[in-house]
Every structure is written in structure tokens, then in C-alpha cells.
């Protein structure tokens, strides 16, 4: 019997705004302690620290082979996580920043011996922004995770990996603010462990390095408010993007995209958004993409505990091992608040092409969690999360005997402590 998923590899370290950032949080004295849940306070802001032990049942942490097939195997983790918040207001700069480490700790009570699958994950997520009540403005922002929930779809579950944006934007509001002009330019990279996939039977995509990449972006944002509670907007971008192995699919890609649209308040409690434009992929050695991109959003404020939102979209992006890929998806978005309890809900359907493979990958997800604050500083909180994938035409799948590729279900129940000082 043998595992497929990953091994932890060799740790990459963050980028050198992230570890600045989080070194001068932490080497901040603060000036005077505040009341339980109120943080300490720092100059004009404050500083909060969190604690939070969370449980979770994952019926997939693992595809288990052997000789009569795959079988997926499940397990129990435990999650303690240490987290930061700082909150800086200020004339000549604001300063926002959210930081977590945690360690998921695989407890192989299932059967399987999934230990060697427990890694450090970690979040941190910043702004600062110099002049911010100006008409011109700077925004720095970064933005790293270390997790096993990649964002890439190519990989289906368990992937390894360090995401990282680090952004740099310049902010034009003259007059009274009705024209809101933003120029930016973003730097990503996508870093996987070096670790086997469960897709190791495909040849060409065996190991999770192959989605090794770097991107650049320069993008123009803008929006135009016409009329008190409508405005047009603008979302104008370009760049490159690279792949630090070169691996049969991992073609350079230029991607652009340029879309118009509008937004409005239509009544008082509901509100509406909707863009359109031009998508295009241009791929190095590969035949190009060139199709149509939208967005649209719907918002209901019943009360202002209780908002809904619906939502599709439809985008085209390069990834690793096929160029390309183009998603359409569907959602909807569920919060509500009575007193101390808090409940949310969300549901998702995603239906993804590849280019030039066949493949075709159709996703849905529902989650759904309850909230309960005891005060301000110390909350209970218990989830569910139901998801199920499918992956059908895919070429490469079908001359690699992984005829099980991305046909999965997952089950996931969480319950957790967290407190916040």
C-alpha cells in the first residue's frame, strides 16, 4: 500500500517586505494596555493577539493506492494558531495589518498514516498607505499564505505551497472624489514543496514544483461616479508570467485583460454590479486564447445584520501544465447576526476548461459555519464543508492510467475555541 500526496519539503522564505513588516509589529512597545479584548494600544492604534485551537475531520487528506486501485482515506487534525492584528490610523499614514501562523497537526486516527503530512501554515495579509486622506495617495500591500489549499486547479486536494502578492499602487482622487483613478503594479509567486501529487500516474505533471511560477503585472483601476450612487468602472491589466522548471505544457504566457462596467445603488438595501470586456492568454509556443470575460454582482441588505450576494463570473487565466484555463462560476454569499451568535453560509459551482487538452474540471462546494461570542473576546465556532469535483476528457488522464484523477468528494467537520486580547 502506498500514499500519494506530498512530503514536506524545504521551507521558502517570504519576501523581505513581509518579514520587515512583521518585525517591526512585534518589536513595537506597546505605550499603555487596554481592557480584555480591546488590544494594547500602540501611538494612535492598537494591537490585538489571538488564540485559537480548532479540530477538523477531513474524510480526504489522501488518495491511497494499492493493487486493486485508489481509495481516498480521511483523518483528524488538530490546528493551534497564534494571530496578530494591527490597526494604525493616521493623517500621513494607515497602517493595517492581519498576521496567523498554525500548525495542522495529522493525527492518522483513520488508518492510514498520514503524520508525516503536518505542516506550519501561516497568513499575512498588510497595507499601508501613506497620505490616505489626500487626493493622491500610495498604497504598499503584501500579501503571503503558506497552506494546503492552493488556488491553483490543477492540483485537486493536499498541495503544499507559499502564495505571494506584493503590490504597489498610486492613488489619484481629484476634486470631491467622484473620480477615483488607481496605477499599480503587482509582483506574484507561487512556491509548491517539493512533493508527489496524487496525480503522480500523469507523467507530465508528477511532482507539484511544476507549478513553480513568477508574475508580473501592471494594472489601471479606475471609477467614475456619474451620478450620486452610480458609477462606471474600469479594470485595465497586463503582464508576464513565467515558470521556474520547464516541464511539457508550462508555456510563458502574456495575459490581458480589459473590462467596463457599472455599478449602482438601486435601492437603499440592494445593490448591483456588472463588467465586461476582453480576456486574451498569449502563450509562447502555444496557439493563443482570446474570449470574452464578465463579472456581475447582486447584493441584498435585508437589515444590517443580515446581507445576501449572488454573483458570476467568468475569467480566463494562465496556470502551469496547459497554458490555460478559463472558469466559470457561480456563488452565493449568506450572513446574518442575532446577538451573539453569527451564522454564514456560502455555495459555489465552478465549471473550468483547459486549453488545447480536453479536459474539463466541474466543481461545487458548500459551506456552512455558526459563531457564538460569549463577550468580546472569546467566541466558539462550529463548520461543515461539503465539496465534490469531477474531471472528465482530459488526454494525458487518459494514456495514464490515473482514471481517478480529480473524482473526489470531501467531507469536512471543524469546531473550534479562539480567543482575542
Not at 315 to 328: F, I, K, R, S, W
Not at 374 to 380: A, E, Q
Not at 400 to 415: A, M, T
Request: aromatic share 10%.
Amino acid at each position: 500500500m502506498r500514499l500519494f500526496l506530498r512530503s514536506n519539503g524545504r521551507p521558502v522564505p517570504p519576501g523581505f517586505f513581509a518579514c520587515a513588516l512583521v518585525l517591526a509589529l512585534v518589536g513595537a512597545a506597546p505605550t499603555a494596555a487596554a481592557k480584555l479584548g480591546d488590544g494594547l494600544k500602540m501611538g494612535p492604534g492598537r494591537l490585538r493577539l489571538g488564540v485559537e485551537l480548532e479540530g477538523r475531520f477531513d474524510s480526504l487528506v489522501v488518495n491511497v493506492q494499492s493493487s486493486t486501485g485508489t481509495t481516498p482515506a480521511g483523518d483528524v487534525i488538530t490546528k493551534p494558531r497564534l494571530a496578530a492584528a494591527l490597526e494604525l490610523p493616521g493623517q500621513s499614514l494607515r497602517a493595517n495589518v492581519n498576521a496567523s501562523v498554525d500548525w495542522n497537526q495529522y493525527l492518522g486516527a483513520l488508518g492510514a498514516d498520514t503524520r508525516t503530512l503536518s505542516f506550519l501554515g501561516a497568513n499575512l495579509a498588510g497595507t499601508l498607505v501613506f497620505n490616505p486622506n489626500t487626493p493622491f495617495s500610495v498604497e504598499i500591500g503584501e500579501a503571503l499564505q503558506r497552506t494546503d489549499r492552493t488556488s491553483n486547479p490543477v492540483y485537486a486536494v493536499g498541495v503544499l505551497g507559499i502564495h505571494n502578492e506584493t503590490s504597489l499602487r498610486a492613488r489619484l482622487r481629484p476634486g470631491g472624489g467622484a473620480l477615483d483613478l488607481a496605477a499599480g503594479y503587482v509582483f506574484i509567486a507561487d512556491i509548491f514543496s517539493n512533493q508527489v501529487s496524487i496525480t503522480e500516474g500523469n507523467v507530465s505533471i508528477a511532482k507539484a514544483e511544476a507549478g513553480n511560477a513568477y508574475a508580473n503585472r501592471v494594472e489601471l483601476l479606475g471609477r467614475w461616479r456619474f451620478l450620486p450612487k452610480t458609477g462606471l468602472i474600469l479594470d485595465i491589466q497586463g503582464g508576464q508570467r513565467g515558470y521556474f522548471q520547464s516541464v511539457a505544457g508550462n508555456s510563458g504566457a502574456f495575459p490581458v485583460r480589459a473590462m467596463l462596467g457599472l455599478g449602482t445603488l438601486l435601492t437603499t438595501r440592494l445593490t448591483f454590479a456588472l463588467k465586461g470586456g476582453y480576456d486574451g492568454i498569449f502563450l509562447s509556443g502555444q496557439s493563443s486564447v482570446q474570449t470574452w470575460a464578465a463579472a456581475a454582482d447582486l447584493g441584498w441588505l435585508l437589515t444590517e445584520t443580515f446581507q445576501v450576494r449572488l454573483g458570476f463570473q467568468r475569467l480566463t487565466e494562465p496556470v502551469a501544465l496547459y497554458g490555460a484555463y478559463g472558469d466559470m462560476r457561480g456563488f452565493l454569499l449568506f450572513r446574518a447576526q442575532l446577538n451573539r451568535v453569527v451564522l454564514t453560509a456560502d455555495a459555489s459551482a465552478d465549471f473550468i476548461e483547459y486549453a488545447g487538452s480536453g479536459r474539463q474540471d466541474q466543481s461545487i462546494a458548500v459551506n456552512v459555519r455558526g459563531e457564538y461570542n460569549v463577550n468580546d473576546w472569546l467566541r466558539f465556532y462550529a463548520a461543515v464543508a461539503i465539496s465534490t469535483r469531477g474531471v472528465k476528457g482530459d488526454t494525458q488522464e487518459a494514456t495514464s492510467g490515473s482514471k481517478d484523477f480529480g473524482n473526489l468528494n470531501r467531507q469536512e467537520i471543524s469546531v473550534g475555541v479562539a480567543t482575542l486580547f
